[in-house]
């Protein structure tokens, strides 16, 4: 069967398939538009319709998995519409808590403190999101189950204790655009979201920066900014380029300290730092998927993906700011299949029309986003993984509440 991206129209919105008859994995999909109701209740109907009553446990512990928001960005999903999935959990007769996990980089999310400190400050207090929250990987990340897996890049999978023994899973995603993986939906809250820092680590292992001398001014940014110490600046040889007459050093990467979290990229205000992409990119995405399976291992009947298209921005929420997003606000997703739901999200970006005064740089409908911003990435490798290794189809109908 074809996928719906090559055909032009997700199944579901064209209005032609037969009632009945499902065209793969059901998404469910709400607009934004309202009347004589709330968006909250319109958000707990989608859960409820996708089948939050059949993946929640009786008296279960149930991880709510988000993410929380760096401090300073202003794209990730607000508390307020957090609530009625928590409200639906608990009316399914589970015990919901928020979580998330470390970050490897430098920001208000690399320990328990910091980030639940920064968790509250954007809103996620009990009283706005009605749970409570819980850091998946204990105080300083390391809090972790080792999952067998077995599969081709990892052996096992290093997943938060939180997220690994609760008795089911929703993944709470905002979907949006990304520098090494083409885009954040549901696999990479999932897969990269939910593992320890060890975890984390294994999956960036290979993401390793290079030094474009050519750029490199020596201002010591990626330096300051690695929480690894794999970064200094040396003298510049006399053959290497200079950007400009007071460039006398160069910064220069430890590999063996270096963890691959791509950290210093995002921060080089020159852009003299970047990997190989054709190299390295496919193999961290493998990676991403291969570690959803091992966070959903066990949990494959109870669990239950919501991906949120609203400010979909250019890049990962981890930036403590956040950019013009590329297309007006979709809509909300949810269904049962992570691949099906991050497939019909792309889809959906896609077929929509940019928004002028961002990054993109074509704005007719049915474009491909993803490539027009990061030319480099195969975005749809990690929904053909994903596919391969059993986690879902990418074949789906989406019915519109």
Not at 164 to 186: I, P, Q, T
Not at 252 to 259: F, H, L, P, T
Not at 336 to 359: C, E, F, M, T, W
């Amino acid at each position: 069967m074809s996928k719906p991206f090559r055909e032009g129209i997700p199944r579901g919105m064209d209005g032609d398939f037969r009632k009945g008859c499902i065209m793969g994995s059901r998404v469910f999909f709400i607009d934004l538009r309202v009347s004589n109701q709330s968006l909250l209740d319109r958000i707990r109907e989608l859960v409820e319709a996708a089948g939050i009553a059949e993946t929640t446990k009786k008296r279960g512990l149930s991880a709510i998995k988000l993410h929380f928001g760096e401090r300073g960005n202003t794209a990730f999903i607000r508390p307020l519409l957090i609530r009625p999935i928590v409200d639906a959990v608990r009316a399914a007769g589970g015990k919901p808590f928020l979580t998330d996990a470390s970050t490897l980089y430098v920001g208000t999310r690399g320990n328990a403190v910091d980030h639940l400190e920064t968790a509250l400050l954007n809103g996620f207090g009990y009283t706005a999101a009605g749970a409570p929250l819980v850091m998946a990987d204990g105080l300083d990340g390391r809090d972790e189950v080792a999952v067998p897996i077995g599969l081709k890049n990892c052996e096992v999978a290093y997943v938060a204790s939180a997220v690994a023994r609760a008795d089911g899973l929703v993944s709470v995603a905002h979907f949006k655009l990304h520098e090494a993986a083409g885009f954040g939906g549901a696999i990479k809250n999932v897969g990269m979201g939910s593992a320890s820092r060890k975890g984390k680590m294994a999956q960036h292992s290979e993401v390793a920066p290079e030094v474009v001398a050519e750029k490199c001014i020596g201002c010591g940014v990626c330096r300051d900014q690695c929480a690894h110490d794999a970064i200094g600046l040396v003298e510049r040889p006399p053959s290497a380029p200079r950007p400009h007459e007071k460039a006398v050093q160069l910064a220069e990467i430890d590999q063996g300290k270096c963890v691959g979290c791509a950290g210093c990229i995002h921060a080089c205000p020159q852009g003299a730092l970047g990997i190989n992409w054709e190299r390295d990119l496919p193999r961290f995405m493998e990676r991403m998927v291969e570690y959803t399976v091992g966070t959903l291992k066990g949990k494959e009947e109870r669990s239950l993906f919501v991906n949120f298209l609203t400010q979909i921005s250019p890049a990962c929420d981890c930036y403590p700011y956040s950019d013009a997003p590329i297309v007006p606000d979709i809509g909300i997703l949810a269904s049962r299949d992570p691949v099906a739901i991050d497939q019909a999200s792309a889809d959906l970006v896609n077929q929509a029309p940019g928004l002028p005064g961002g990054q993109l740089k074509n704005l007719a409908p049915g474009s491909d986003k993803f490539r027009d911003i990061y030319p480099q990435i195969d975005w749809p490798l990690q929904l053909e993984y994903a596919e391969e290794l059993g986690l879902g189809t990418r074949t789906y109908e989406l019915v519109k509440i």
